[in-house]
């Protein structure tokens, strides 16, 4: 088992940033942190669950929803076991739950339903 704990949430005005962290404990047996891919995804009452971004186990790969692109940049410090993502030029329409997610498949993934683990969210909210 996989535990996922999200940080760094908050309020913020438009044209703000944000860092947030997702520290990773446990795991499955004979695994490191670094063979998991991992995404963030973010969910609103209006659009649901909503992939913003993902990242391959090494590092050696990310990818990004169109919506963020060159605002949002994901990556992970996989000796600290944690994820981030830095959010820059904040609009008021990121404003959602944010998650991060581990996937035991090798390879990371855009649908929220090929993770395997889930942290609790962390409120971002962008004042207009």
């Known amino acids: 088992q996989v535990q996922l704990v999200e940080s760094g949430g908050g309020l913020v005005q438009t044209g703000g940033s944000l860092r947030l962290s997702c520290v990773a404990s446990?795991?499955?047996?004979?695994?490191?942190?670094?063979?998991?891919?991992m995404g963030w995804f973010r969910h609103t009452s209006g659009k649901g669950r909503e992939f913003t971004a993902r990242i391959s186990g090494d590092d050696s790969s990310t990818s990004y929803a169109d919506s963020v692109k060159g605002r949002f940049t994901i990556s992970r410090d996989n000796a600290k076991n944690t994820l981030y993502l830095q959010m820059n030029n904040l609009k008021p329409q990121d404003t959602a739950v944010y998650y991060c997610?581990?996937?035991?498949?090798?390879?990371?993934?855009?649908?929220?339903?090929?993770?395997?683990?889930w942290g609790q969210g962390t409120q971002v909210t962008v004042s207009s």
């Open positions: 446990g795991r499955t047996s004979g695994r490191t942190f670094s063979s998991y891919p």
């Open positions: 997610a581990a996937r035991e498949a090798p390879f990371s993934s855009s649908y929220y339903g090929n993770y395997d683990y």
